[in-house]
């Protein structure tokens, strides 16, 4: 899809802005959805201090928004920048440190950063590549701009989990259509990519071919950043604690997108202004809007007298495809239900509890195609089930026995099967190899 739409944009060594919780990002978003106004007023508590948030965003008006401390000085307010452009000015110890430039229609133009005289010392610029947009960076101490891309994209989820806990070689984090992300200078990205191959090295040395007792490859290839059930799960994305924005709050019904081959051409840069948007057909009303970092959802089904999910429904992404659709329960999917991935292709079909796959259900990666047929406990393959190839060919067979232990059956391309047994405990009690020609 490419980037289309900025909500907010920080340097990374300058800002430590939290965008997965951003408040500007979130109402953007909403906006950006269906173009109708947003007017809200809401205390929000941010390290031990209440903070009031007041805002209003609506086509061919100036933004109104203001954050201060109860009974305290702006911390972020508007200032005119004339033809309908207006600045976002943030402020820390009542100086001026940041200020966001938007358009008339509510685009986000640069980002600009002051030193402690009040002169801009870096900038960023959305610039139009091939496919979307990247960021263009300037700094007083540096001889020319600089074009960055953003982070290619990473699968496999324990790498993902590797670069989220000490991965930082990357100049900026922005939040835009496509989820949060790091943007690279051409060096930062080279970097990048030795680093995930690194990764990968290392933990394919030690990871079993077998999926007892550990985590599957099917699994492991959600994105956190996209599909990811386990953020479902999280205390952040609990409901009963979500703030309004003027529409309802409840967790992300993210969708990851299909596997797509990593760009490894240097983005053509054109100099013309961004286009501004233009405004959305409005879909059908839905019964319920969802948003939670920064994403926006709509849900047609039936609601409890609590106004939650409760019975059968769909939740739809911003771009019309189905994230889920099946059976809900206080808000959460259970019951029998299928989620998709971001593309709109089927990622599990079958049962569900509380917002967990449950039950017995069918899994196919996003990578490969393969599917996991069988029982599944707590979001992973557990006990009976068998793993095929996208082209049907059976790879393994797990049959759990009525002793509490488990056989592993992996069949081989040279038409052998390594047969593996197990103790309630996953411990490996014996193995050996069969021939299927011998039969």
């Known amino acids: 899809m490419g980037i289309q739409y900025f909500y907010n944009f920080c340097v990374a060594d300058r800002d430590d802005t939290d965008l997965n919780s951003d408040i500007l990002s979130a109402v953007r978003k909403s906006?950006?959805?269906?173009?109708?106004?947003?007017?809200d007023r809401l205390t929000y508590d941010s390290e031990g201090q209440s903070i009031l948030y007041d805002y209003s965003i609506e086509k061919d008006k100036l933004l109104r928004w203001t954050v201060k401390p109860i009974n305290g000085k702006p911390v972020q307010e508007v200032t005119p920048a004339g033809e309908g452009r207006y600045y976002l000015c943030f402020y820390n110890d009542d100086k001026l440190f940041k200020r966001l430039l938007f358009s008339k229609l509510h685009t986000l133009l640069k980002a600009e950063y002051m030193d402690e005289n009040g002169a801009v010392c870096c900038s960023l610029e959305p610039r139009k590549v091939q496919g979307g947009l990247c960021l263009l960076y300037t700094d007083v101490k540096l001889s020319d701009p600089v074009v960055l891309s953003a982070m290619p994209d990473v699968f496999d989820e324990r790498v993902v989990?590797?670069?989220?806990?000490?991965?930082?070689?990357?100049?900026?984090?922005?939040?835009?259509?496509?989820?949060?992300?790091?943007?690279?200078?051409?060096a930062q990205t080279a970097h990048f990519r030795s680093f995930v191959d690194e990764v990968r090295t290392k933990l394919n040395q030690v990871q079993e071919e077998s999926f007892v007792g550990e985590e599957t490859p099917l699994y492991d290839k959600i994105n956190p950043k996209d599909f990811n059930i386990k953020r479902n799960l999280s205390a952040a994305l609990d409901i009963s604690k979500a703030k309004t924005f003027g529409k309802e709050i409840a967790e992300d019904e993210s969708a990851k997108e299909a596997e797509t081959a990593e760009e490894t051409t240097e983005p053509e840069i054109v100099e013309e202004p961004v286009t501004e948007p233009e405004p959305e057909k409005s879909a059908a009303q839905p019964d319920k809007s969802i948003m939670a970092d920064g994403a926006v959802y709509s849900y047609y089904g039936e609601l409890d007298a609590e106004g939650n999910r409760s019975g059968?429904?769909?939740?739809?992404t911003d771009l019309g495809l189905t994230a889920y659709e099946g059976m809900y329960r206080g808000d959460k999917r259970s019951g029998k239900g299928a989620y998709f991935y971001k593309d709109g292709t089927l990622c599990y079909s079958g049962d569900w509890s509380e917002n967990v796959r449950h039950g017995i259900g069918v899994g196919i990666s996003a990578k490969d195609g393969s599917m996991h047929m069988g029982h599944w406990l707590n979001n992973k393959p557990e006990g009976t089930g068998v793993r095929m190839t996208a082209d049907g060919e059976i790879k393994f067979v797990c049959k759990k026995l009525s002793d509490g232990g488990t056989v592993l059956l992996h069949y081989s391309d040279d038409d052998t099967v390594l047969m593996s047994k197990y103790d309630n405990n996953g411990n490996k009690l014996s193995e050996k190899v069969v021939s299927l020609t011998d039969f």
């Open 312 to 316: 059968y429904g769909r939740t739809v």
């Open 161 to 186: 989990e590797q670069l989220n806990e000490s991965y930082d070689d990357y100049t900026a984090v922005a939040s835009t259509n496509d989820g949060i992300i790091w943007f690279m200078s051409d």
């Open 31 to 39: 906006y950006f959805a269906t173009f109708d106004k947003i007017r």
